[in-house]
């Protein structure tokens, strides 16, 4: 009689993973995807990291979704279940811990989209630095209380409100926040395959975030 | 310059998958491993599933590993991470009801080590139904309080007192629970690809059983 069923192995939780080429124990690192999805800039941004010597792993939140057309993005990003990327986040964090070349400590960055999963997975797990680029602030706002890691909040002009409130709102819980604003630079200057991008802002932002990470993972 | 790095794509979290040929809407079952890990046994105890009708899907807790050695087993039980194992199943539980295939209802079934963890899922998320095979209680005990799905609780007579302990504590918080303990069945009696402890009048009858339960609560 042949078999009525269908039955095969199944990737449930897929990432980018890119790391030093040398043997040795490294930082980890989470890049959480832009609205777009896990696209070949956050992969760019995945290798860049590495080469400054963290594992670094993009989940791909949106699993297997990627876009360039802004509406659709609009469409990914609001229907996305927030606490499952909170959890794929964290299945990319268990991945680098397992690997041979984690050195324990763990960082996780996040842009737009990726920037309020960011902040929402330092809410949720115990992580060593949090960063947000141009994100969102959990809601509800209390989840703030939970966040042990320092945060590096960088956000364009345009989004200098949300960057304030942010810093308010972790200074009031007596949190460790760094936070930068960028004159002329709007939501996305980090990304240069974007039409948003400031170099400059850019270049400074890189900066400083390599020097937040090198301070804390 | 050649480049420092290496890249890749990776599986974060991966498993096995079982479904009716036919399209269709279907209950969806995670099936959780015993401590000897995905094995075989557990791929075809999902297939079973799939051929009732269910969409099947066990995930991998141990992320790549599995034995048939009964101490490496208990190394890697007791090293599971069960805040992570109970991540994985919710990661395929979101997999699941986002199929096309999927009705929208799940159950999680565990065996042994993965009984302990079917119930810990079913205090942290909302299932339609959750059954236990000879597993341990939730520690701390009260996360009980959480769970809102009905249980199926089946052991042999040999952790007699676990079972009584588990149904008790349901019945304490008013939570629905359905317990059978099989006579002279001991740890692991479901298991038909181990010779030494397979019961096969109470394995069969504890899947008529299962299939009553989910069919009740689907």
Not at chain 2, 205 to 217: E, G, L, P
Request: charged letters at 25%; a negative charge.
């Amino acid at each position: 009689m042949p078999d009525t069923i269908v039955s095969h192995d199944v990737d449930l939780v897929k990432g980018y993973m890119a790391r030093p080429m040398e043997a040795g124990n490294y930082p980890g690192l989470v890049i959480i995807q832009e609205w777009w999805g896990l696209d070949e800039h956050i992969r760019d941004v995945t290798r860049r990291f590495a080469r400054e010597g963290y594992v670094a792993i993009a989940p791909d939140l949106f699993h297997g979704e990627v876009t360039a057309d802004p509406q659709e993005a609009g469409k990914l990003a609001g229907s996305l279940d927030r606490a499952r990327a909170v959890r794929d986040t964290q299945a990319a964090m268990n991945y680098i811990q397992d690997s041979e070349f984690s050195n324990g400590k763990m960082g996780v960055i996040g842009y737009c989209l990726g920037g309020g999963v960011s902040l929402l997975t330092a809410c949720n797990d115990s992580i060593d630095a949090g960063i947000v680029y141009y994100g969102g602030l959990p809601n509800p706002l209390d989840l703030l209380d939970n966040i042990e890691a320092p945060i590096l909040a960088v956000y364009g002009e345009d989004e200098g409100e949300r960057a304030d409130e942010l810093e308010t709102e972790l200074n009031n819980r007596g949190k460790s926040v760094q936070k930068h604003i960028y004159p002329g630079a709007g939501h996305g200057f980090f990304n240069d395959s974007g039409g948003n991008h400031n170099s400059e802002a850019a270049a400074d932002a890189w900066e400083k975030t390599l020097a937040f990470l090198k301070a804390n993972v | 310059m050649p480049d420092t790095i290496v890249t890749q794509d990776v599986d974060l979290v991966s498993g096995y998958l079982a479904r009716p040929m036919e399209d269709g809407k279907y209950t969806g079952v995670i099936v959780l491993q015993e401590w000897w890990g995905l094995d075989e046994h557990i791929r075809d105890v999902t297939r079973r599933f799939a051929r009732q009708g269910f969409v099947a899907l066990s995930p991998d807790l141990y992320h790549g590993k599995q034995t048939a050695d009964p101490d490496e087993a208990r190394g890697l039980s007791s090293g599971l991470d069960r805040t992570r194992a109970t991540r994985d199943v919710v990661a395929s539980i979101d997999y699941l009801k986002n199929m096309e295939i999927s009705n929208g209802s799940i159950f999680t079934i565990g065996y042994c080590m993965g009984g302990g963890i079917s119930i810990l899922t079913a205090c942290k998320t909302d299932l339609a139904g959750a059954i236990v095979y000879y597993g341990g209680l939730p520690n701390p005990v009260e996360q009980l309080d959480d769970l809102n799905a009905p249980v199926l609780a089946i052991y042999g007579s040999d952790e007699i007192d676990r079972a009584n302990d588990l149904e008790q504590a349901l019945n304490e918080r008013d939570k629905s629970v359905e317990s059978h303990i099989y006579e002279g069945a001991r740890h692991a009696f479901f298991n038909d690809s181990w010779d030494e402890r397979y019961d096969k009048d109470a394995s069969d009858d504890s899947w008529i059983k299962v299939m009553d339960f989910i069919s009740k609560n689907s």
